[in-house]
């Protein structure tokens, strides 16, 4: 059954965003989310239909995964991807 179908607990709407800036960062945040579900990396794998090498690699931030097995986890995790432009910084 594809990640988006099963019925898993989803992210709250007013949950707050995370600035990902880094593999390191999703990795973080993708572990911090595993855990607050209490899930091992061994049961996120198998919800996944993944291995659990490719859940230790993303959570330790390796830049090489693969993008959709990672966007796949992210939305199993109740978790999203948004795209915006930078606010402007003040020097």
Known sequence: MPPSTQKFP????????????????????????????ALTQLDLAGLGNTG????????????????QKALDILDLLGLEVVVRTKASRSL
Do not use: M, W, Y
Not at 11 to 35: N, V
Not at 52 to 67: A, C, H, S, W
């Open 10 to 37: 989803l992210g709250h709407p007013d949950s707050p965003e995370i600035p990902i800036r880094s593999s390191a960062d999703l990795g973080a945040t993708i572990r911090g989310q595993r855990k607050q579900l």
């Open 52 to 67: 659990n090498r490719f859940i230790v690699d993303l959570e330790n931030g390796k830049p090489t995964v693969q993008l």
